[in-house]
Each structure stands twice: as C-alpha cells, then as structure tokens.
C-alpha cells in the first residue's frame, strides 16, 4: 500500500479505523479498501450496526448490563432466581459467566473495581445500586465475581465483608 496520504473519505475512514485497538495503519488502510470494494448493503450494515449500538445500548437500570430496554433480558427473566446476586466488574465479564449456563441467579455489574491508586473509589463503581438492591429484601446470596486481580480481591473482600454484616451470605466465585 502507497504511504501517500489519501484525501477525502477514504482517509478519514483509515484514520477512524486506526483508532480503534489493536489496528494499526497496515489494517486500517486493509479494511477501508475492504469495505470500498463490498457492496453498499454490506458496507452500510456495519455503519447501521455501530449507530444502533450507540443509539439505542444502555446500562440495565437494575444490574447494570448492556440492554435496549429499560431491564435487561437477564433481569426480566422469571425464571431467574433473584435471591442471588452475581457481582461481577464489567458487563463483558457477565457476558464470559453467562456463557458458561452455570448462573441461575441474577447479576450486578460495578462498573469497574476498587483501585485507590487509579482514585477509583467506592463513589465510583455502582455500590448504592446493589445496596439498595439489598436492602429491598428477597436477596439471600451474594456471589462475588470480580476478577482474580490485586484490585479484584480487595474489592470482593471489600464487598465481602459489608455484605456479611448485613447478615447475607457472601461467597468468592472460583476462578481457574
Ligand atoms: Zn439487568
């Protein structure tokens, strides 16, 4: 491919593409050649999909998970049993443990995990959600899932611990 600088919508179309991760400027100038030779249907099916996704994808205003709904298909789901809450960091680590059909119960998504030294504290994750889901009543397992790093730990021990003094059981996912 030619290092000289292309005008007009082709170069802003590698330039978009070289943003996203793990595509350098070799991809990106790949898939831009890819998608001006596919068909105006196939070509315009990616560029539909990616403004779906950012029109209509938010948070699970019960657990945090990525829906077009106002609950997610997990928390709308009867036959779930909701005495049990899986708390995991991110929706993409709900997306791995539900993949694996072993999760019966529900889920609560934090939105990242403690991590003083990056000044994500409490105050940041969604702590006053799952409190409050708590609180409500009906919650009788909260099943800790953050992943298996320093900050992981501290935060499911965090959790842990306040969920124990609330006289509910608190148990640490297996991992590996
Ligand atoms: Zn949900």
Request: with cysteine.
């Amino acid at each position: 491919m030619s290092d000289v600088p292309l005008t007009g919508p082709l170069q802003r179309l590698i330039d978009e593409l070289k943003k996203l991760p793990g595509i350098g400027a070799r991809s990106a100038e790949r898939l831009a050649f890819h998608l001006l030779k596919a068909t105006p249907e196939e070509a315009l099916a990616l560029a539909d999909a990616i403004r779906a996704t950012k029109e209509q994808i938010r948070p699970c205003t019960r657990c945090f998970n990525l829906t077009d709904a106002e609950l997610c298909h997990i928390c709308a789901d009867p036959r779930r049993d909701a005495s049990t809450i899986v708390v995991v960091e991110q929706p993409k680590d709900l997306m791995a443990l539900e993949a694996t059909g072993l999760v019966t119960g529900v889920y609560h998504v934090l939105m990242g995990r403690l991590a003083p030294l990056e000044g994500i504290g409490a105050g940041d994750l969604t702590l006053d959600a799952l409190r409050g889901r708590v609180k409500a009543g009906d919650v009788r397992e909260v099943i800790l899932a953050t992943n298996p790093t320093v900050e992981g730990e501290a935060t499911a021990l965090f959790l842990g611990e306040r969920t124990a003094a609330r006289g509910i059981r608190a148990s640490r996912i297996a991992h590996g």
